[in-house]
């Protein structure tokens, strides 16, 4: 749980090239979709866990094979006892850091300058501030960044490729479990005994931040207690995937 930020060497990058890789990725392992990544992108790669199910995954599959990845979460300082707890476990059990980037305000100095629990009343600004704003000044120094997401966990999703441009950022994503189910995720998790957050097991499918975070009722849809009340569905980290004809062929041609 350190600040240093390894900043590599400036390279650049072509979409066109994504297109084949997403192809012959389509149907590979997660953890052989981490190596083809180590190895494209080296130093230039990073990947953002907020400590998820499906971070918790290849966080054991980057430390088990001790895969030469960077690692950082966004620490907004609104997370939950357990997650911090958690946090510590996974860097005690495969003995990696995984670095804390920090936005550029406390939560009091936010509160100070914005009205206490912003989060209540503009919760697109508190996020913009505590999450996307450092998301962007690390994405900034690397040429891809890994994600966790799987294209069964929202509409939203459910395009995503295995390797694809984040116009957002302006780099290369690279999603290994894109094609894992929550089956496949808790299945892998279990068999290896992997250290996962406990509020999973009380009504906690998805976590966040605690104060924009809540129990789920069964039968709802697992973000269902994400920004409970509110339009807000996402942080704003990922946006919807590509529907161009491209982006379909690489889906569609496996
Ligand atoms: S999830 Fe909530 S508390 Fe966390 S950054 Fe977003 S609005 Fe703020």
Redesign the pocket.
Known sequence: MTDTLTRPDTATFDPAELIDPARELEEAAPLEILKWAADRYGSRLTFATGFGAEGCVLIDLIGRHQLPIDMFTLD?G?LFPETYDLWQRLESRYGVTIRRVSPEQTVEVQAAAHGPE??TRE??L??A???VSPLESQLAGVDAWITAIRRDQTAARANTLVVEMDAKFGLEKVNPLVRWTKKDTWQHLLRHDVPYNPLHDQGYPSI??????GRVAAGEDDRAG??RGTS?TE?GLHEPPSTSSEAQEARSTV
Request: charged letters at 30%; aromatic letters at 10%.
């Open positions: 907004t609104l912003l989060w919760p697109d508190c996020c501030k505590r999450k966040g931040c605690l104060p924009c975070t994400r920004w807000k942080c």
